[in-house]
C-alpha cells in the first residue's frame, strides 16, 4: 500500500506549476525528489499533503482516492511532513511543541508526553526536553521538527529542504536518521533537497522535476548518468563531484 501521485497536474491561473506528475513512494522506502529552483518540487509536497488540491490526476493513499482532503484529515490518516521553515511553536519547550501535536491528533495529553519524550530519546536528542523551542540551534531545530512529525507514528513522512543551511557532517547525520526512519519505523519518506549528494546517499529510487514535468527516475546510476539531468539541473561535472 503507497502514497502516490497520478497524472496530477496543478494550474494557477495560467500557470502550470505541475503536469501529468506520477510518483510513488512505499512503506519503507526512501525515495528522492530533486530539480532545480521552480520545478514543482514544493508543489508536489502541497499536494501530497493537502495543502494544495490537484486540478488534474488524483493522490492515492493506501489505495484510496484522497484528492480532496484537506491537510489536518491526511496528518490523521497517516501522512506526515516537515517544512522548510522549521515552525516550531516558540512559546513552548522541545517536550510542548512534540506534545502538542499529539494532542491535536487525539492523544490524551500524558499519551502525547510519553510518545514525545520515547521519540526524543529515539532520535539522541533528549537533552532538548526542556529547552525553549526559540533560539535552539539551526540543526536542532530541524531535528526537532522531524520528531514532531513523528508523532502519531505516521506511515508516510515528507522532508521539504531539511538539509538547508547543514555542514557537510550535519547533512550525513541527517542521513542516517532518514535510514533509520525507513528502516527502523517503516515509514515511507520522501526527501525534497537541493543537497543531491544526500538524496542520492539514502534514496534507492529518485524523481527528477523540471518545469513542473518528471524527466527523469531511476537509482543513483541512472541519475548521474542522464544528460537530460545534468542539462536541467546538475551541471556538466556532477558525475566528477560525486
Same mark, same amino acid.
Given at each position: 500500500?503507497?502514497?502516490?501521485?497520478?497524472?496530477?497536474?496543478?494550474?494557477?491561473?495560467?500557470?502550470?506549476?505541475?503536469?501529468?506528475?506520477?510518483?510513488?513512494?512505499?512503506?519503507?522506502?526512501?525515495?528522492?525528489?530533486?530539480?532545480?529552483?521552480?520545478?514543482?518540487?514544493?508543489?508536489?509536497?502541497?499536494?501530497?499533503t493537502g495543502?494544495?488540491?490537484?486540478?488534474?490526476?488524483?493522490?492515492?493513499?493506501?489505495?484510496?482516492?484522497?484528492?480532496?482532503?484537506?491537510?489536518?484529515?491526511?496528518?490523521?490518516?497517516?501522512?506526515?511532513?516537515?517544512?522548510?521553515?522549521?515552525?516550531?511553536?516558540?512559546?513552548l519547550d522541545?517536550?510542548?511543541?512534540?506534545?502538542?501535536?499529539?494532542?491535536?491528533?487525539?492523544?490524551?495529553?500524558?499519551?502525547?508526553?510519553?510518545?514525545?519524550?520515547?521519540?526524543?530519546?529515539?532520535?539522541?536528542?533528549?537533552?532538548?526536553?526542556?529547552?525553549?523551542?526559540?533560539?535552539?540551534?539551526?540543526?536542532?531545530?530541524?531535528?526537532?521538527?522531524?520528531?514532531?512529525?513523528?508523532?502519531?507514528?505516521?506511515?508516510?513522512? +515528507? #522532508?521539504? !529542504?531539511?538539509?538547508? *543551511?547543514?555542514?557537510?557532517?550535519? @547533512? %550525513? &547525520?541527517?542521513?542516517? =536518521?532518514?535510514?533509520?526512519?525507513?528502516?527502523?519505523?517503516?515509514?515511507?519518506? +520522501? #526527501?525534497? !533537497?537541493?543537497?543531491? *549528494?544526500?538524496?542520492?546517499?539514502? @534514496? %534507492? &529510487?529518485?524523481?527528477? =522535476?523540471?518545469?513542473?514535468?518528471?524527466?527523469?527516475?531511476?537509482?543513483?546510476?541512472?541519475?548521474?548518468?542522464?544528460?537530460?539531468?545534468?542539462e536541467a539541473?546538475?551541471? %556538466?561535472?556532477?558525475?566528477?563531484?560525486?
Amino acid at each position: 500500500m503507497v502514497l502516490a501521485l497520478e497524472e496530477v497536474g496543478v494550474a494557477f491561473g495560467g500557470f502550470r506549476a505541475l503536469s501529468g506528475v506520477n510518483l510513488t513512494v512505499a512503506p519503507g522506502q526512501v525515495v528522492g525528489l530533486i530539480g532545480p529552483n521552480g520545478a514543482g518540487k514544493t508543489t508536489c509536497v502541497n499536494v501530497l499533503t493537502g495543502f494544495q488540491h490537484p486540478t488534474t490526476g488524483r493522490v492515492m493513499l493506501e489505495g484510496r482516492d484522497v484528492s480532496n482532503l484537506g491537510a489536518h484529515r491526511l496528518r490523521r490518516s497517516g501522512v506526515a511532513r516537515t517544512f522548510q521553515a522549521g515552525r516550531l511553536f516558540t512559546g513552548l519547550d522541545v517536550l510542548d511543541n512534540l506534545a502538542c501535536t499529539g494532542v491535536g491528533l487525539g492523544q490524551r495529553r500524558a499519551a502525547a508526553e510519553h510518545e514525545a519524550s520515547d521519540l526524543l530519546a529515539w532520535m539522541g536528542i533528549s537533552a532538548l526536553e526542556s529547552r525553549p523551542a526559540a533560539g535552539l540551534p539551526y540543526t536542532d531545530e530541524r531535528r526537532v521538527a522531524i520528531a514532531r512529525a513523528l508523532m502519531g507514528g505516521p506511515r508516510f513522512l +515528507l #522532508l521539504d !529542504e531539511p538539509a538547508a *543551511g547543514m555542514s557537510e557532517a550535519e @547533512a %550525513a &547525520d541527517l542521513a542516517a =536518521l532518514i535510514r533509520r526512519i525507513a528502516t527502523e519505523r517503516g515509514i515511507g519518506c +520522501l #526527501l525534497i !533537497e537541493h543537497n543531491v *549528494g544526500l538524496v542520492l546517499s539514502v @534514496a %534507492a &529510487d529518485v524523481v527528477v =522535476l523540471d518545469g513542473g514535468r518528471v524527466i527523469e527516475r531511476g537509482d543513483r546510476k541512472v541519475i548521474l548518468g542522464s544528460a537530460a539531468v545534468r542539462e536541467a539541473y546538475l551541471g %556538466a561535472n556532477v558525475t566528477e563531484a560525486a
